[in-house]
């Protein structure tokens, strides 16, 4: 017989690159008489017996996904620092210096613990999907759906965070590049070790199939506003697809999903489900974690934070509230002339302190339990407004990227050459996107997806090379731990 602790929050790794049991496995034998399975514990053949069992395993799904080295804060600091936004201040190795400094190499810190925890995550899902599975006859074929959808999503939510930092962008050459070794069975041995990377492409043609029977299964709305932002559902299946359509230059499929969640209209809301649009006040979806402008974020609490070094607040946030490990770069988006002071995103997301430019996004102190906000409705409408530009679509276009501007500032005017032609309007909404979406995570996607390249930084006595979409440090490495593992590589 084995035994699974249900409320054990780390789990250990067989294999750091993608062996993370969910399930903590003890041998039946006479022990058992003298040490009895403590009451936390419970057979594995009776994991599946009761909704309760099995919700609490999925809790732990969410809870792998928001892991500190993964989306409950590293990611989103990588994804931001990559890019140009940003000035390192305290030159701290720990802190992701190398990720800013473009050198990143097989062997550093946060190629190998990213990679560790997102796989760790994808294998937790993948044990929990085969054991839903195998005990189907035991489960309410509605819960059998909805768990079956909730895991699915996440484990598309992991598989794109990863393929588009340690690969090419799907852009680049449709996909063909190498992707990522794409693991979608259960390992609980490291029998199944080596695993050849499939393409990018690949990659997305299974994320795209998880996301789309999430939506399948997934509930229209739960029963309150935390777990509609806490837990996917219909809309969140769709507004991720809105984001990895994107990301693959799909521009008529971005504006198919996001027509599902987005009225033809303005003031846009989405028109079934739960029902998400913009708050009147930006600043209040980063107090109030659970309107309905956010469509999927990481929950934290003060009993359950992210972690040393890992939280938002810390890298972005001026001390006394924040460790200041960055500040905004003046030569960025913060000192661009389309960021006017009259903008609420400026008046109450940036401060002056010792002299450098902050990010306040993220006000808790210390253990920083601000909620990482992973899908804002604030970007599907820029996902939509991009897409429409790129296919001719000018006036709606136009009509969303308006509404996500004027909520911060209602009297700016745009220049008139950055309405009139598919060019200048595509040039607004990513620069909209710079400012709009400022510390969450998106800024080194936007610039692969688009085959910029990452622009030369200079501040605090050290620099950053810019980095062209042909360098090899354009994406980050394999990590050493899956190549001294996986001879299949």
């Known amino acids: 017989m084995k035994n699974i602790n249900i409320k054990a929050r780390k789990h250990y790794l067989l294999r750091m690159a993608f062996l993370a049991l969910p399930f903590t496995f003890v041998a039946c034998d006479t022990d058992e ?10 057979s594995d053949k009776n994991a599946f017996d009761t909704p309760e069992r099995i919700q609490g395993q999925v809790n732990g799904l969410y809870d792998a996904v928001k892991n500190g080295q993964f989306y409950g804060g590293r990611l989103v600091v990588y994804n931001e620092i990559r890019g140009e936004e940003y000035i390192n201040r305290l030159t701290n190795g720990v802190t992701g210096l190398q990720t800013w400094q473009q050198n990143v190499q097989s062997g550093t810190n946060e190629v190998q613990n990213l990679w560790g925890a997102a796989y760790a995550a994808i294998n937790r899902i993948n044990v929990f999907l085969q054991g839903l599975e195998d005990n189907k006859a035991k489960v309410d074929p509605a819960l059998y759906e909805q768990f079956q959808a909730e895991a699915k999503f996440l484990r598309a939510l992991s598989y794109h965070s990863l393929v588009t930092l340690y690969a090419k962008p799907f ?8 992707g ?10 490291t029998a199944n070790n080596d695993l050849a990377r499939s393409s990018v492409s690949q990659v997305y043609t299974q994320i795209l199939k998880d996301l789309n029977e999430a939506e399948a299964g997934l509930p229209a709305t739960y029963a309150t506003p935390a777990l509609n932002t806490t837990r996917a559902h219909k809309n969140t299946a769709i507004a991720l697809k809105t984001r990895v359509h994107l990301h693959m230059g799909n521009y008529g499929k971005v504006m198919e999903e996001a027509q599902k969640i987005v009225s033809d209209a303005a003031p846009f ?6 029902a998400h649009t913009l708050q009147a006040d930006v600043a209040v979806p980063f107090v109030n974690y659970t309107t309905t402008e956010s469509v999927f974020s990481m929950p934290m609490s003060d009993l359950d934070a992210p972690g040393t070094q890992n939280q938002l607040g ?20 913060v000192g661009d002339a389309a960021w006017p002071a009259t903008d609420a995103r400026k008046t109450n997301f940036v401060v002056t302190a010792g002299g450098n430019v902050y990010l306040a996004k993220f006000v808790k102190p210390a253990p920083f339990s ?12 820029l996902n939509y407004a991009e897409a429409a530009a790129r ?3 000018l006036v709606k276009a136009v009509a969303l990227l308006s509404a996500v501007r004027h909520r911060s500032d209602a009297t700016y005017i745009f220049p008139v050459d950055a309405l009139l032609t598919q060019e200048g309007l595509v040039d607004a909404i990513l620069k909209e996107r710079r400012i709009e979406l400022l510390g969450e995570g998106f800024r ?17 006595g050290i620099s950053a090379p810019a980095v062209a979409p042909t360098s090899t440090d354009y994406v980050w490495p394999m990590p050493n731990s899956e190549l001294a593992t996986n001879k299949a590589l």
């Open 391 to 393: 296919t001719n679509n």
């Open 180 to 189: 990522l070794p794409l693991r979608l069975q259960a390992e609980t041995s």
């Open 269 to 274: 809301t989405a028109p079934s489900g739960v």
């Open 314 to 333: 810390y890298y972005f946030n001026a001390a006394p509230v924040g460790n200041g490990e960055y500040y905004l770069n003046a030569s960025g988006i």
């Open 33 to 42: 008489l003298l040490n009895p399975v403590p009451e936390t514990s419970i």
């Open 370 to 381: 601000d909620y990482v906000p992973v899908i804002r409705y604030s970007e599907v409408l």
């Open 444 to 460: 080194a996607m936007d610039i692969t997806r688009t085959l910029q390249a990452f622009p030369e930084k200079t501040g605090s």
């Open 171 to 178: 852009n680049a050459d449709n996909g063909n590049s190498p």
